[in-house]
């Protein structure tokens, strides 16, 4: 099976713009969430789509959103960029094997802010 | 708040030596246990996981892993590492309070393998 892929692998904005992540998940795996990695911060959690449906959400501003499509494919959205929202944003699908969900990473897009 | 700790920020080895890298969690119920791992360039990559039985689980390219409950303890290890086996390692944790599905990271292990 093809891994989980992410569009754009690279982005440059500039403060007050926005942005949008693509992730297309494994094929079969209903559920794609999202995290941030920074060299500050680690790996956050952003949000989880099952069935295209928000089912958990981390602890960001209202200006990082997302949707989920029916074939579930992702995208993730964040408005009003902030020099701190430069990142490396993951996405992961998951899907049941061995008695439980397990996440699998995308490449990640790397997005900087100027 | 739930949390994941990894208490090795960095360990430097040299090939043949044995790693054992620990990770601890501060939720007391049910718990699935990851570690992942991050070779340069690379994106995260599962080495293993644990949802339930044999506490002793074993993983990709010779790791291995315990999860001793009563310690809130999921160590990772190897008997003997490889130069290819620098990485950044991440400890993770799902079914943490209100969580779901959602993966709690450890802050990481850089680990660097000399020859």
Redesign the interface.
Known sequence: KAGVTQTPRYLIKTRGQQVTLSCSPISGHRSVSWYQQTPGQGLQFLFEYFSETQRNKGNFPGRFSGRQFSNSRSEMNVSTLELGDSALYLCASSGVSGGGETQYFGPGTRLLVL | AQSVSQHNHHVILSEAASLELGCNYSYGGTV?L?W?VQYPG?????LL?Y???DPLVKGIKGFEAEFIKSKFSFNLRKPSVQWSDTAEY?C?V?GLTG??????????TQLKVEL
């Open positions: 699935n990851f992942y690379q994106h995260l990559q599962l996981k949802f339930s039985g991440f993770a799902t969580g779901g599905n959602k993966l709690t990271f450890g802050t990481g």
